[in-house]
């Protein structure tokens, strides 16, 4: 449009111009297309024109950047003039001078090769140069209607404001670049300071693609990153228009992505994106195609890692060499902090993988079951690696050329359990031939991939991780994880994960098979044990039985039961008796030794008092000294403690030592001293015999060894005796030892300890042994944790898994564990029951029937199933064999008089004669039974006053007999004498202890200890 004719004088228009130019200059700070568009607008008000524009040089061509008069200005902004198309403009620029022209359409340089918006109107046109410092800049033009209108005052007047434009647009630019650089400076910065502030790699690429989308302000940013080790793609952050969209991984190869990573260079496009997007492979992410498209590579190293884009949706050429360069500048700040993300990230998951293998380690190492951990590796690794399938495969035991499963858990579980894998065949095969661990991330594609019967088929982008187990002798199973088609590829991080629990699983597999094997060779090896104890038992059983018949038909011959003998004959039946007891001593010594080595015998402990067994044992050896010149003599000390004894088995080794003693000693004296301590009581037998070479005294000790071994031997003997005494002595705690000087004597010598049986305990258990002195009692620590275990290796494993939450106190010694408990009050016991010093068993019934202890949890830790032997009913009284007679005598002269029905109950035709032979003489009625049921019915029929039982008969056992007895109520209150070959185990020694009034050992001459205590029991009962 044109301006009004300005009627004005030229002074009063100079003054307006002046003025004009200085708004101009105020204005040059603006924004440069405000400041264009302001300087045509002042323009207008001194000149006449119907259209003006101001373009700007861009490379080889013109763009119009501001424009007025024209009836759609928005349509002519952005036109570009190709200088080489337009002759009129490439002349102003190349001659830095205007251009009049009174008609333009008559100037055969006007039209160019485009038409530009509006100019098919123009007749007059001014054309000035924008001149910057280094050359013509732009050009102001100013266009009219009308032919010729422009004189030289008007070139004049656009030409000052052409120079004002020039500096105002040189300003502009310099703000601009200014101004973009501190726009870039703070986009570094915000980037730099935020990627310094995440160590995530997500949180890292939203922080980022959120400031870039800032910074371009474009329709859409994303940043991918490249994984060389899986072939991937992922894009943590894409935006397009303000919405996130998520991109799933996608392998290396297609769009443009992978063309950036591929060249290591930035690629920018800006101008037919149709058609080079679909040369280039672009993957259409958006519903709307870019008008213009620019990515970075993210460099580390040398290589490519990821990539950053902004793309433009609507304009083409949105972007400039200095936006390539901005870009190019944040993808350098980018990549330091993504490497140091994915160092934390790694550092991270290593620490967290470390962390799980260690606490599957604990747990896959807290079973020794073989099936239990296989279940527990593999249901472990799925909830740490995988949605779909675990599964552990080991060498078939029967076939090494097969891996069978041997667990899985997962989706095909079911389907794989009855897999059988050739090795070599398929992935899982060719795994365990090669040892080396397999990352298979497409298994639709790998020849070597063999389908699972009973499973859905095959799908495109299943994957496979397969780790070999491997022991010192080999490969002995293989690990293998699936994921399914929609989970992520594995990694080589995955695959150093999975290798780490294959060599704890390998160990923990290595552990439960030799457990298995030690179990089974334990179970045979105490099944041996049993057999060798039950033979024992039998043998005891079978061998004594003659002997009782044999050492009591004699005992009853010199009775008289058949008549008077002659001298001759009284004196041969005296020889078959006693050597029946040799023999019978010879036995009960090899059995004794044989229990000793199996690990079978044990005491029967109970509160003893010293003085009367020594006393009794005197009396006994009085015998042994027969017609030698020998005094057999006694010193005790004033108050002999009552101590915590198997009686039987003290009084076995002190009449082993004073029967050496007599054997050795052809006159003299042997004494029998006693004294004590506060610690300990020292018992010793002291001779004038022959005496023994210093050098044989630790052989007397030895089994099977005799010192006078020549054909000249002054005494026999099997070598048993001393060496059995030595392992009575010690399974008491105490000790034996002799001193000699040939041809003066010997002293033999043992120490029993000073200590009773505590409130609570039962006879049978061996006593505690105090821990040292400075373990003082201490008060419960709800941390506290005692583990009583003598195997080092089962207790170091209990040790290991409570120590991290619990103090753990160790108690390796059984004999010390109750006084353990009292002095440190733990919060919980862990308590193994098959200990060879003190049995678990008794162990527990001590604390359990101690005020102080019975409150304590125990944690019971055995390998064999415990039950109690079902019997409650209280004994009066319980001998232990070998009998002592003067023992059993006062015994039985408490507990039985004299009177009544006897029913005597044994499979054993001698036995029955015998019982019916001692008792003919006396007041007594006897019946008798061949067997335990005829011996229960004849009791239900015609109530005895008493019973003689013999344990061992085929059919019913005397137990069982005794066990239906005193549940039967008529039967209950009938007192029962126990007459048995049977070595007793302290289990079976205490059911006789409920049920049993008596117990007489079969092996010597029960006669009058059968009348004895018999002679008790029945006025007694009457």
Not at 8 to 15: L, N, Q, T, V
Not at 81 to 106: M, R, W
Request: net charge negative; proline share 5%.
């Amino acid at each position: 449009m044109a301006p009004e004719e300005n009627s004005s004088s030229p002074e009063s228009r100079d003054a307006d111009f002046n003025e004009l130019l200085g708004e101009t200059r105020e204005g040059a700070n603006s924004e440069l297309d405000e400041t264009l568009e302001a300087i045509l607008l002042s323009v207008e008000r001194v000149i006449r024109y119907d259209t003006a524009s101001i373009m700007l040089r861009r490379g080889n061509a013109l763009e119009i950047r501001a424009a007025r008069g024209f009836a759609d200005p928005a349509s002519v902004i952005g036109f570009r003039f190709k200088l080489s198309a337009y002759p009129i403009q490439a002349g102003i620029l190349e001659s830095n001078s205007p251009t009049v022209l009174a008609d333009a359409n008559s100037d055969e340089r006007w039209q160019g090769d485009n038409t530009a918006p509006g100019s098919a109107d123009i007749r007059a046109w001014i054309g000035i140069p924008l001149r910057g410092k280094k050359g013509p800049i732009g050009i102001l033009t100013l266009d009219s209607h009308k032919y010729g209108v422009f004189d030289k005052t008007d070139l004049e007047l656009a030409q000052a404001f052409a120079d004002e434009a020039s500096v105002a647009i040189q300003n502009a630019r310099l703000l601009g670049e200014t101004r973009r650089r501190m726009l870039e400076l703070s986009a570094v910065g915000k980037i730099g300071a935020a990627a310094s502030s995440r160590l995530d790699v997500d949180g890292l690429c939203e922080v980022v693609g959120e400031n870039l989308a800032t910074i371009f302000g474009t329709g859409v940013v994303y940043i991918s990153l490249y994984d060389s080790a899986t072939g991937l793609i992922s894009t943590p952050f894409f935006r397009a228009e303000g919405r996130d969209i998520p991109v799933e991984p996608y392998p290396v190869g297609g769009g443009l992505t992978s063309l950036v990573l591929d060249r290591k260079e930035a690629l920018l496009i800006q101008r037919h994106t149709d058609r080079l997007l679909r040369d280039y492979g672009a993957i259409q992410r958006f519903e709307r195609p870019p008008k213009s498209w620019l990515g970075v590579p993210i460099l580390a190293r040398g290589e490519a890692i990821g990539v950053l884009s902004v793309q433009d949706l609507y304009r083409e050429n949105a972007f400039t060499t200095d936006d390539v360069r901005l870009l190019e500048t944040l993808s350098s700040t980018v990549s330091v902090s993504i490497q140091n993300a994915f160092l934390y990230e790694e550092a991270k998951t290593f620490a967290a993988e470390t962390s799980t293998l260690l606490e599957i380690g604990r747990e896959i190492s807290s079973t020794l079951v073989i099936d239990d951990v296989l279940a527990l590796i593999v249901d472990k690794a799925r909830k740490v690696m995988c949605k779909d399938t675990a599964a552990v495969y080991l060498v078939d035991e029967a076939d090494a050329s097969i891996l069978r499963a041997a667990a899985a858990a997962g989706v095909s579980a079911h389907e794989i359990m009855p897999e059988r894998i050739r090795i070599g065949d398929g992935i899982i095969g060719s795994t365990a031939a090669a040892g080396r661990p397999e990352i298979i991330n497409n298994t639709f594609v790998d020849p070597r991939s063999v389908h699972i019967a009973g499973t859905e088929e095959d799908e495109d982008g299943e994957k496979l991780m397969t780790a070999p187990l491997v022991s010192p002798a080999g490969v002995i199973g293989v690990m293998a994880i699936w994921r399914s088609a929609d989970e992520p590829a594995f990694s080589r991080a995955d695959n150093a994960f999975l290798e780490g629990l294959a060599r704890q699983a390998s160990v923990a597999i290595q552990n439960a098979q030799s457990y298995s094997l030690a179990k089974t060779a334990r179970a045979e090896a105490e099944e041996a044990n049993k057999t060798k104890s039950h033979f024992l038992a039998n043998m005891s059983h079978e061998l004594r039985t003659p002997l009782n018949s044999i050492i009591n038909f004699a005992y009853l011959l010199v009775r008289g039961t058949e008549g008077s003998l002659s001298e001759g004959q009284r004196d041969l039946v005296a020889r078959i008796e006693d050597s029946g007891t040799h023999l019978l001593g010879l036995i009960n010594d090899i059995l004794d030794l044989a229990k000793i080595e199996s690990g079978r015998m044990e005491l029967y402990v109970e509160d003893t008092d010293l003085k009367p067994l020594i006393e009794g044992v005197i009396s006994t050896a009085i015998g042994l000294i027969g017609d030698k010149p020998i005094s057999l003599d006694l010193e005790l000390a004033p108050k002999l403690p009552v101590v915590a004894a198997d009686r039987t088995r003290i009084r076995q080794v002190l009449l082993n030592l004073i029967s050496n003693a007599a054997k050795f000693t052809n006159k003299g004296r042997i004494l029998v001293r006693a004294r004590t301590d506060e610690f300990e009581t020292t018992i010793s037998v002291e001779d004038s015999g022959i005496g023994i070479e210093p050098e044989d005294i630790e052989k007397s000790f030895a089994e099977f060894v005799q010192i006078d071994s020549g054909p000249d031997r002054l005494a026999g003997g099997t070598g048993l005796g001393l060496p059995i005494s030595k392992h009575f002595v010690e399974m008491h705690g105490g000790k034996i030892w002799a001193t000699s000087e040939p041809g003066k004597g010997s002293i033999f010598s043992f120490t029993l300890p000073n200590r009773r049986i505590s409130a609570g305990r039962t006879p049978g258990a061996l006593p505690e042994i105090p821990l040292p002195q400075d373990s003082a009692a201490t008060h419960a620590d709800p941390h506290d944790i005692l583990v009583i275990d003598e195997d080092p290796s089962s207790a170091d494993i209990i040790s290991d898994s409570l120590s991290d939450d619990y103090r753990v106190i160790m108690v390796q010694d059984s004999r010390q564990a109750v006084d353990a408990v009292k002095r440190k009050r733990p919060a919980a016991i862990v308590l193994d029951v098959m200990m060879p010093r003190y049995d678990g068993r008794d162990i527990l019934k001590e604390l359990k029937n101690d005020p102080e202890t019975k409150d304590i949890p125990v944690i019971i830790c055995s390998v064999v199933n415990e039950r109690r032997l079902a019997y409650s009913l209280h004994a009066d009284e319980c001998l232990l064999k070998p009998i002592d007679r003067d023992n059993l005598l006062r015994i039985v002269e408490r507990l039985i008089p004299k009177g009544g029905t006897i029913l005597a109950v044994d499979d054993d035709e001698n036995a029955l004669e015998i019982v019916r032979r001692v008792l003919d003489i006396c007041p007594w009625k006897v019946r008798s039974a061949t067997d335990g049921f005829s011996g229960l019915e004849q009791m239900s029929e015609d109530r005895p006053d008493a019973v003689i039982l013999d344990l061992m008969m085929p059919g019913m056992s005397g137990f069982e007999v005794l066990e239906r007895m005193r549940t039967d109520p008529r039967l209950a209150d009938i007192p029962v004498v126990v007459l048995t070959a049977k070595d007793l185990s302290p289990a079976e020694r205490e059911i006789l202890g409920h049920d049993a009034n008596a117990w007489i050992n079969k092996g010597g001459s029960i006669g009058e200890e059968l009348e004895r205590a018999l002679a008790k029991i029945l006025p007694h009962r009457a």
